[in-house]
């Protein structure tokens, strides 16, 4: 999150348990309705310090996620997070109407 956005006097971190719900009500920016960019990515093997992390074995796979979110009025980045999800824990669905 840019350096613009964190309110410095709140200098407790629980004020940020939710960046979004912080942005909303701190600045009106509804982070679900903003652009934003998501790409899941198979990694076998996965990294050994998230297989620590996840206390997983070696020999399994993660996903990888990325999401980079932007402000739709000059396109600036907002958020960007790097996530890894445990193979058998995550799902995805697409649907076409």
Same mark, same amino acid.
């Given at each position: ?5 964190? !309110?410095? /006097?709140?200098?407790?971190?629980? &004020?940020?348990?939710?960046? &979004? +719900? ?5 600045? /009106?920016?509804?982070? !679900? ?6 790409? !899941? #990515? ?14 997983? /074995?070696?020999?399994?796979? *993660? *996903?990888?996620?990325? +999401?980079?979110?932007?402000?739709? #009025?000059?396109? +600036?980045?907002?958020?960007? *997070?790097?996530? &890894? +999800?445990?193979? !058998? ?7 076409? /109407?």
């Amino acid at each position: 999150m840019p350096e613009q956005y964190i !309110n410095s /006097n709140y200098p407790e971190i629980n &004020y940020y348990n939710s960046i &979004y +719900k912080r942005l909303k009500s701190d600045y /009106n920016i509804d982070l !679900n309705e903003e652009n934003f960019r998501e790409t !899941n #990515e198979i990694l076998f093997p996965a990294p050994n310090s998230v297989c620590k992390q996840l206390k997983i /074995n070696e020999s399994e796979p *993660v *996903v990888f996620q990325t +999401k980079l979110s932007c402000l739709s #009025e000059n396109n +600036k980045p907002i958020e960007y *997070v790097e996530s &890894y +999800k445990k193979w !058998n824990f995550y799902k995805i669905q697409l649907l076409s /109407n």
